[in-house]
């Protein structure tokens, strides 16, 4: 089965195809890094991981281009706040962005452009685009230049509107634009903002817009024409709809496919910096939550399925994970880990390949997973490893393999695995100690304190077996 994908902009499911033969170029819409990151930038990530991480299984050599917004009203506004310049609160909160995706194990894209490093980009976008009759420096010596949305046949389409029924552009002021809907491309200096966060540019000093920056780092590392074009589902508009009108009267063909995943709320609105109400990735591993639980979670629905956040649904989430890592555990101190299968099962290729669908995935993980424990139950060893080399496969496939080092070595999976092991281990210690002595009051009471504090304790021919209790 081919690859195939939702596309926004046709609002169909496509089947994928590349601009060139076994290549797959990708642009994400990035983070503004005006603060730290939360969960509902982390499931872009995690989710846009997942896709290339298939891409890269089913044959493609993936380019990746994950963008930084450094420089925008919202940066500004905090460094402001925080009396530091821009680009020192920009750069810090992208290395926090940068170490919790090496927690949650999203792999490093191809490159991470920053906004401030296309400015020569940007300016010659926006020189095509005046030439051409598409943008205008504004009359009153303010030295914006906006975007002439009347000008573009083509513009609303992204999204589906007509702009007679599109609100004004909020991100400078109406004062010398054609239409309140024209957009800025480039912002001129203002008296209360730094000078460090200005620019020389053909219209006088000042920075670009947030919706330039994007095309411009789009055309540098991709070219004129690349495949895929991803984001979240609050970026479709006006984010992405300028984007596209930019760039395509600018004379570049763009993106191919446009793929949105939707949101994460939190209570009835999007989890946002900017409303204040967010979840961090280190809020939730202080509740006991692991990195490796936090993955599986933001996966497992369909990307195009809204999350309502909810503490339940996410220990919920931890609880199906564990049942995955238990098994993979039992199956290994029994026939060793062996390595993941070659090929995943045919299941889960087509439930990857019907437009990502990682929920249908998960349910053939957990069919394996299953099937898995009965084959241990009846001491088949060859239908366990080949159980687990297919588990393994698939998981690793999604970034949530039980053996992947990151989550086994105690790194960014929030998991303190050789202290929890001493500990455990001194406490069944302690258990056999009493068993000999035969102490049964005080071996049940071990265990009974074990399983209070979440680890399961089984009794098996080969001495004490412990496992994170998943009920």
Partial sequence: MTLQLYDTATRSVRDFTPREPGKASVYLCGVTVQAGPHIGHLRSGVNYDVLVRWMMRSGYDVTLIRNITDIDDKVLA??????????KLAYANERLLGATYDALNVLAPTYEPRATGCITEMHELIKRLIDKGHAYPAEDGSGDVYFDVRSFAAYGS??????????PAADAPARAKRDPRDFALWKGAKADEP??????????????????????????????EFDIHGGGLDLRFPHHENELAQSNAAGLPFA???????????GTSKMSKSDGNVITLESLLEAGIRAVELRYYLLAPHYRSTI???????????AAYQRIENFARRAAELYGPGAPAADVPAEFADAMDDDL???RALAVVHEA???GNQSLAAGDEKATREALAAVRAMTATLGVDPFDPLWTDGGGGGRLEPIVDALVSLALDQRA???????????????DQLREAGVAVEDTPNGPRWTVDAR
């Fill in 158 to 167: 992204l999204s589906n509107q007509r702009i007679d029924d599109m609100e």
């Fill in 256 to 266: 191919r496919y446009w793929v949105h995943n939707a949101l994460l709320n939190l």
């Fill in 433 to 447: 100690a009493a068993r000999a002595r035969k102490d049964w009051a005080a071996a049940d009471a071990i265990r």
């Fill in 78 to 87: 905090k460094a402001a706040e925080a009396g530091v310049p821009f680009w």
């Fill in 369 to 371: 997973v299953r099937a």
């Fill in 195 to 224: 000078p460090d966060a200005q620019w020389v540019s053909p219209w006088g000093p000042g920075r670009p817009g947030w919706h330039i920056e994007c095309s411009a780092m789009c055309w540098r590392f991709l070219g004129d």
């Fill in 357 to 359: 669908n990682t929920s």
């Fill in 308 to 318: 309502d956040y909810s503490d339940d649904a996410l220990r919920e989430a931890a």
